[in-house]
């Protein structure tokens, strides 16, 4: 069973607002990853980090930031939210050290920007 | 480049109908892994199966199965008597062993069950 967990699970801001979404993981993993998925599915990379300290850019071309001072905790901020940025949030941590781990996700942050 | 094809965006049956989702990657490894997640509708990606690129025995799980063919560079996923439950988006994924990339993922495959 994983243990990550997504905070909040749902918001609702007006633009311009600063926010950050929450992800923590209790099973010690080295890698963790946020995605973002449109109403159409597809999953986009965002941000990922392979240890503390560590952060890179993923596919998607994104107006958020990441930090990892914790090994359990990812937080990922939008310092000015658009409307263009209202998309499910889905955060997920991996194991270190072997290219077949499953990644385990959380339940996600609904973020709707009005 | 790695990449990973779901040609189906969405496929309906009817309950008991079999039904097979789709998968077709690219990669220059010769070592990777293959990966299908479930997403129902509360949201959370589930992982369901793992498979290594020398690992071409199928495989089957209550009433699910994949089909891992290297020649056809595919790795498909078969639902038999399939149930409302099993109503959601399916996932495709990639992982290479060099480069130390992230995981790749398909565009998804809705499936709906109707009763």
């Known amino acids: 069973e994983a243990d990550i967990y997504q905070t909040p699970r749902y918001l609702v801001i007006g633009t311009g607002k600063k926010i950050t979404l929450e992800c923590s993981q209790t099973?010690?993993?080295?890698?963790m990853y946020w995605y973002q998925q449109d109403p159409g599915m597809e999953l986009h990379l965002i941000h990922y980090?392979?240890?503390?300290?560590?952060?890179e850019k993923g596919d998607l071309s994104s107006e958020s930031t990441v930090s990892r001072i914790r090994t359990e905790h990812f937080p990922l901020t939008l310092e000015s939210a658009r409307p263009s940025h209202t998309s499910q949030y889905l955060c997920?941590?991996?194991?270190?050290?072997?290219?077949?781990?499953?990644?385990?996700f959380g339940n996600g942050t609904r973020l709707t920007v009005t | 480049a790695q990449k990973v094809t779901q040609a189906q965006t969405e496929i309906s049956v009817v309950e008991k109908e079999d039904v097979t989702l789709d998968c077709v990657y690219e990669t220059r490894d010769t070592t990777y892994y293959l990966f299908w997640y479930k997403q129902p509708p509360s949201g959370e990606l589930v992982f369901l199966i793992r498979r290594n690129s020398f690992d071409e025995q199928n495989e089957i799980s209550g009433r699910y199965s994949w089909n891992f063919q290297k020649s056809t560079s595919s790795f498909n996923f078969t639902i038999t008597a399939s149930q409302v439950v099993d109503s959601a988006v399916y996932f495709c994924a990639l992982s290479e062993v060099s480069g130390n990339t992230p995981l790749v993922f398909g565009k998804g495959t809705r499936l709906s069950v109707i009763a």
């Open positions: 997920a941590s991996s194991e270190s050290g072997t290219y077949n781990s499953p990644l385990h």
């Open positions: 099973m010690g993993h080295d890698k």
């Open positions: 980090s392979y240890g503390v300290n560590s952060t």
